[in-house]
Structure formats: structure tokens, C-alpha cells
């Protein structure tokens, strides 16, 4: 069955600095979505893509956060400046039209 | 120090039980709901869904039953198996929007 796949699984990075988390979707998928998930707490949304464009995004996703499709497959998650609070599992989703969104494994970040 | 994280609620079965797992969704304008299932490190992963034109929607081994009247969302297993064993999530969608709200959660522990 196919999958969304994330990579990397655990990202270390220092305060301050870039991070990308990449993602690729199911292949026919055409809706991308973030959501992270602080430990312990509930799956938050981020953003939502389609046709090469943010349709919805929340107030988490700030000016610090920003998405891209580079190519036809991947989908990433850049945040410019990292801060401690940005610590969280990311998880990467697709879908096809109106179906269910399927979740890849996540990467988790870990802000030092 | 004071606790951040959210205090899951928590069942446990035997194996060979019923399960039954509830949720209290938030908007009334809510027309798509779903439950995923989260194992440890992993990504949430589709079980089921229903729209809001309905009150009941049965899969393999699971049922949802939805309640519009007190916006209440209910998950069944039947014969609850340890690997049922994780962390179930209902999620609401308006159909007007992208976002996924998600519940805070029920760990699911089946005892053997």
C-alpha cells in the first residue's frame, strides 16, 4: 500500500537555526498538509497546500514557517528560525479529493 | 514543576472484549469525522470515517456511531486485540475548510 514518507525521522538542530523536514506524498495525492504534535498533547494543524498554494493555515504557522512543492514530489516544511517551543513530532499528510488524509511517520524535531 | 502535557484519558480491556471509545467534538458546523489510531513513534493512521449524513458507519471489527444532537462521536471494537493496543483519535472537519481539529485522545491498553 502506498505511503507518505518523512525524512529525516529525528532532527536535531540549534536554536536559531533553519530546518527543513521533507515529505513525500502518496503519488496521485493532491491536497499536502502539516500538522505537529508537542509531546503529550493533541495533532495540531499547521497548513494546508493545493494546487501549488497555501489553501488554510493556522495561527501557529507564522511568518517563521513556510511550505514549498519543489518538484512533483516532495513537499517540505521550512522554519527560518528555530525556536525551543518549535520541540515537536511533525507530520506530514496527503489526499486524494474527498477522501480520508493518510499520515506519514512524522520527524521528530528537537530544538537544543 | 507544573504539568504541560495534556492527562490522556485511559481504558483498558481484556482481549476478547468490546471496546467502546468516546469523543465530544466541538462544532456543530462539523460534517466529516474520522478516528485514527496512533501507535508509539508512529503516525496516526486511518481506521474509519463519517459524514454527517449518517449515524452509523461499520468497517472490519469497528463501528462509529455519531451523535449530532450532543455532538458526540463514539468508536467500537469488537474483540479488542492487543494489537487494537494504542491511542485513538477522533478528528472533525468542516466541509467548507481544510483543517483536521483533533481530540485530545483515549489510550487504548488491552490486557491479554
Known amino acids: 500500500e502506498p505511503e507518505v514518507t518523512q525524512t529525516p525521522s529525528h532532527q536535531v538542530t540549534q536554536m536559531g537555526q533553519e530546518v527543513i523536514l521533507r515529505c513525500v506524498p502518496i503519488s496521485n495525492h493532491l491536497y499536502f498538509y502539516w500538522y505537529r504534535q508537542i509531546l503529550g498533547q493533541k495533532v495540531e494543524f499547521l497548513v494546508s497546500f493545493y494546487n501549488n498554494e497555501i489553501s488554510e493555515k493556522s495561527e501557529i504557522f507564522d511568518d517563521q514557517f513556510s511550505v514549498e512543492r519543489p518538484d512533483g514530489s516532495n513537499f517540505t516544511l521550512k522554519i527560518r528560525s528555530t525556536k525551543l517551543e518549535d520541540s515537536a513530532m511533525y507530520f506530514c499528510?496527503?489526499?486524494?479529493?474527498?477522501?480520508?488524509?493518510?499520515f506519514g511517520d512524522g520527524t521528530r524535531l528537537s530544538i537544543l | 514543576g507544573e504539568s504541560v502535557g495534556l492527562h490522556l484519558p485511559t481504558l483498558s480491556v481484556q482481549e476478547g472484549d468490546n471496546s467502546i471509545i468516546n469523543c465530544a467534538y466541538s462544532n456543530s458546523a462539523s460534517d466529516y469525522f474520522i478516528w485514527y489510531k496512533q501507535e508509539s513513534g508512529k503516525g496516526p493512521q486511518f481506521i474509519i470515517d463519517?459524514?454527517?449524513?449518517?449515524d452509523k458507519r461499520q468497517g472490519q471489527r469497528v463501528t462509529v456511531l455519531l451523535n449530532k444532537t450532543v455532538k458526540h462521536l463514539s468508536l467500537q471494537i469488537a474483540a479488542t486485540q492487543p494489537g487494537d493496543s494504542a491511542v485513538y483519535f477522533c478528528?472533525?472537519?468542516?466541509?467548507?475548510?481544510?483543517?483536521?481539529?483533533f481530540g485530545t485522545g483515549t489510550s487504548l491498553t488491552v490486557i491479554p
Open positions: 463519517i459524514r454527517s449524513n449518517m
Open positions: 478528528a472533525e472537519n468542516l466541509n467548507t475548510g481544510n483543517q483536521f481539529y
Open positions: 499528510a496527503s489526499k486524494r479529493g474527498n477522501q480520508p488524509q493518510h
